[in-house]
């Protein structure tokens, strides 16, 4: 029904006039359409409208409850959010390629035909509803600003343990009249905190800002804001870690403190200058979880865990965590050192940064600026008399030379090395210029280690690949073995945030370096040689590690495709 013959209908109904009708048609705006232009000027409003539809469109007359409406992620991703508030159009259900939506103008076409057009979603069922309704669920699908500031309660104000007292003109400028967006930074804080999310990333673009948050290692995006908040919202998370909020050109790094809920949460803040304005990311960290973290909750194997265990509480020597960043180094060994942590044993930190303060811990923040680096840290730190040393990483010679120096004389060193498995860190060592007898005589054992998802126990469901492909990717250990393995449910459910997973685990490969590895790594054995004889010795590869939390249940195969090379 076109607009002219839709006025009309409505008049000849007794909803408007004549004359109303006349002027809805020259008041009405470029690409406006005609329901909205009556709203706009007051002529309908929902009550008419709920009376018209229910009289006269029963049939079509959407009659469902907002709170029941649930779109999976990918389906709302491809629904342009500008043109469906444009044209008052919500929607309510995806099944089998079809799309139904409600809409103030069931008779518009012209803006169904678009909405197919550019969500390429075919098959489209429209349904009427008042524009409250419409308006009300666009919020609940699409949260703006205001509906996030609204939904801010009091109890989940944020207190702020480090706000500087001494704040300069420009912050004190940028934070007046900011309440909105003094909320809004809070409760991006609260939200991803209460989701477990580990990272925040607020990223300005052209013509809006989007805030992503890395779930369970995954970054997913949570909300779009306009453009318009990029500015304020830097400036407000700038001023809460104290940093100077006039410098937009040069990158910066800052902390907050605060407390939820009675928890005390660190973050580290890093902004950095992009082609649209800063980009803010939040790393969360939780002291009470590091405090509570014991090594069986991080899921070693029993027999892996006995050699671990049999490591951190040998006299002296050095223990090496290796993988990339964010694989769990940082637990692993904050871990170690708490069930070390005793009064009679002195524990010394050399950290860039202090990822959290432990009581009962001695720690550095390496300054490289003012020439604290781990190397003078390091030398200070063997005229203190120490049992145990943590060097937060590897990066250069020196460290490693007065690291492994201190694990030959008497000291029980844990650090860090960027490396991809167990046997390449001896050589990284031995190519960073460290002799190799030095390297078998220190290093006592090696643990390289992934993060892979848990499946949801609520949701997951039985995997159906073929015997075949599990004896070849070595799930299988024989033809005649008969195991259910399991995999994550397409959409997920409530529990698991529709992602099929929840929480997420280690997996570990564990190099011990016994006298037969020792005579090997002196020789000059490369990591060939080092990872076979470890295998024959029982080691378990990364992706072995993986497969059997495949075989457990405790994760899927496509997991471990994803984070372990075979």
Request: with cysteine; charged share 30%.
């Amino acid at each position: 029904m076109d607009e002219a013959k839709l006025l009309e209908y409505l008049v000849k109904l007794g909803y408007i006039t004549k004359e109303q009708a006349k002027q809805a048609y020259v008041e009405k705006q470029k690409d406006e359409d005609i329901i909205s232009t009556l709203l706009r000027l007051g002529l309908l409003d929902d009550t008419k409208l709920a009376d018209l539809y229910s009289k006269h469109l029963s049939n079509r007359f959407w009659k469902g409850n907002i709170e029941d409406v649930k779109l999976p992620e990918e389906v709302l991703k491809e629904l342009p959010e500008s043109l469906l508030r444009k044209y008052l159009i919500a929607p309510v259900k995806y099944e089998n390629g079809n799309l139904t939506i409600i809409t103030v103008n069931p008779f518009n076409q012209s803006a169904i035909n678009e909405l197919r057009f550019r969500s390429k979603i075919s098959s489209i069922t429209a349904y009427a509803a008042t524009r409250k309704t419409v308006e009300d669920l666009l919020n609940k699908l699409y949260p703006t600003v205001t509906k996030l500031i609204e939904e801010l309660e009091p109890e989940e104000e944020i207190e702020l343990e480090n706000l500087p007292i001494d704040l300069s003109p420009e912050a004190l400028a940028a934070e007046a009249g900011e309440a909105p967006i003094v909320k809004l930074a809070n409760y991006l804080i609260y939200e991803a905190v209460r989701l477990g999310a580990s990272d925040i990333h607020i990223e300005p673009y052209e013509k809006k800002v989007v805030v992503r948050y890395r779930i369970d290692g995954i970054l997913r995006v949570f909300h779009e804001f306009p453009a318009k908040v990029k500015d304020s919202l830097t400036a407000r998370y700038k001023i809460m870690s104290n940093m100077d909020i006039a410098e937009r050109r040069k990158p910066q790094d800052g902390r907050i403190r605060i407390k939820i809920g009675g928890k005390r949460i660190d973050l580290r803040v890093s902004t950095v200058p992009t082609v649209y304005g800063e980009k803010t990311v939040m790393r969360i960290q939780e002291a009470e979880k590091y405090l509570s973290v014991k090594l069986e909750d991080l899921g070693f194997e029993p027999d892996d865990l006995e050699k671990f265990r049999k490591a951190i509480w040998t006299p002296w020597g050095m223990v090496l965590v290796t993988g990339p960043t964010g694989s769990g180094k940082t637990t692993t060994l904050y871990a170690s050192l708490m069930e070390r942590n005793t009064p009679d044993v002195n524990i010394m930190t050399a950290e860039d940064p202090v990822e959290v303060a432990i009581p009962g811990l001695n720690q550095v923040q390496v300054n490289e600026n003012i020439g604290l680096t781990f190397a003078s840290v390091l030398r200070a730190f063997l005229r203190q008399d120490p049992d145990i040393i943590l060097i937060g990483e590897i990066r250069d010679t020196e460290t490693a030379e007065i690291g492994i120096k201190a694990a030959l004389t008497g000291h029980l060193v844990f650090s860090t090395l960027h490396t991809n498995d167990a046997p390449s860190s001896i050589t990284r060592l031995v190519d960073m210029g460290i002799e190799p007898f030095l390297v078998g005589s220190s290093v006592i054992l090696i643990v390289a280690q992934r993060l892979v998802r848990k499946l949801c126990p609520a949701c997951k469901v039985i995997d159906n690949t073929p015997k075949e492909a599990l004896l070849r990717m070595g799930v299988l250990k024989d033809p005649s073995e008969d195991i259910t393995i399991y995999t994550h449910k397409e959409g997920g459910c409530e529990v698991c945030n529709r992602t099929g997973y929840k929480g997420r685990t280690a997996v570990h490969e564990i190099l011990e370096v016994d006298e037969e590895m020792r005579k090997l790594i002196i020789k000059g054995g490369t990591s060939e040689d080092i990872r076979d004889l470890a295998k024959s010795k029982g080691m378990r590869t990364l992706y072995e590690a993986g497969i059997l939390k495949v075989r457990k249940g405790i994760t899927s195969l496509q997991e471990v495709a994803r984070v372990l090379a075979k």
